[in-house]
């Protein structure tokens, strides 16, 4: 049967039910589609910026946190056997790795320390195996565990996996994020605050009093970094060179300072906050510490762009990685410029579509960027790329500024290319040492 459609066209009643019924089941997919972008996709800023001791988050946070859990698991052992693999033991005697792990277990059992550098388990290149023994020498327990970069942990286990925390963010593509703050006419700051509980606050305050502490223990610390390869410290040289500067060099000169002082407080063992990760520790504090003391920008403006700063670092941990095992340098000196280059663009007022520009400069310029520390020491090239990155940063900000923020190649794209790119890589070039500098230039190499 048909009838009268109107413009005197006859049609029939699927037609009908076509003109009637599809545009309602798209409407009530596309209500499906936002209740699954409802659910939570990313973790806390808590998770990402973490207050400790270097030289390694990877290699010396991560472990020793997985030794004290052990050990509150096992305190009635007699001894303990700790196999490191892949990175983890490729690096982990300039990390201090093992002594990290023994400055927990040692203190109840003797313990013995297992390298097998060669052997990379799947889930990550930085896998462990903790085993306790009875007087008998009889296995009472065994856990296998990774260190997976910034200091944070996983059993590769997925959905079962102890260390799933509670997911906090709606979105984790800034893409979206961004559509958000247009939309509202919110920053990206605005939208942490949203989705955090308020205790986020006190603690980047209490992230952001930490970095400056570092900063200026660096700069007033002179004699040499701990290691063979006996590097003297830079940060108070520079310093005071720079503060014998015009104004126009002694901004780069300041900015050096500041990354390096954080950065060898970092090679010495001294606290500082992961950001994303050890390595790469000195890069956000050294563009915040300059801004806040050269531009006047209150604590304030400056937790508002750590804020933004700890979301572009969370995109990266999401949805690629942070690891120097796991995608090279990229993915630490590389997201902590995308972060700084981020947090510095909003401190001058950038907009949504800006900060994202600058984000999305300082990672893609650093892509493919590879780890490969001399000794496995966080110390060459690790320092001086920490201020490379800071003043690459305070560019990113400014030709993002001299732009109305369009441009071609998303954030998130980069990521994506990030991943891939640190997949391409050879483990040989990924925090092993056993390629790039770290095999070119000899064990007593110093500069």
Known sequence: MAKTCGYGKQCSYLDIALKTWLPLAFIVFLSYLRTINTQKTMKSLKELYKIGKGPSSSHTMGPQKAAKMFLERHGDAAAFEVTLYGSLAATGKGHMTDVAIEEVLSAKAPVTICWQPDVFLPYHPNGMKFVAFDGSHGITGEWTVYSTGGGALSEGKGAGDIFNTKEVYDMNSLTEIMRWCEE????????????????????????????QKAVERGINHEGRLPGPLNLARKA????????GYKQSLQTRGLVYAYALAVSEENASGGTIVTAPTCGACGVLPAVLYHLSRGHQFNDTRILHAIATAGLIGNIVKQNASISGADVGCQGEVGVACAMASAAACQLFGGSPSQIEYAAEMGLEHHLGMTCDPICGLVQIPCIERNAFAATRALDANLYSA???????????KVVNVMKQTGHDIPSLYKETSTGGLAKILAPNAAR
């Open 236 to 243: 108070p040289t520079y310093y005071v060179k720079a503060s």
């Open 184 to 211: 509202t006419g919110r920053s990206y700051w605005e939208y942490v605050d949203m989705c955090e509980d308020a205790s986020i606050w006190d603690y980047l305050l209490e992230v952001w009093k930490t970095m």
């Open 402 to 412: 001299f732009s109305d923020g369009t441009h071609r190649v998303p954030f998130d």
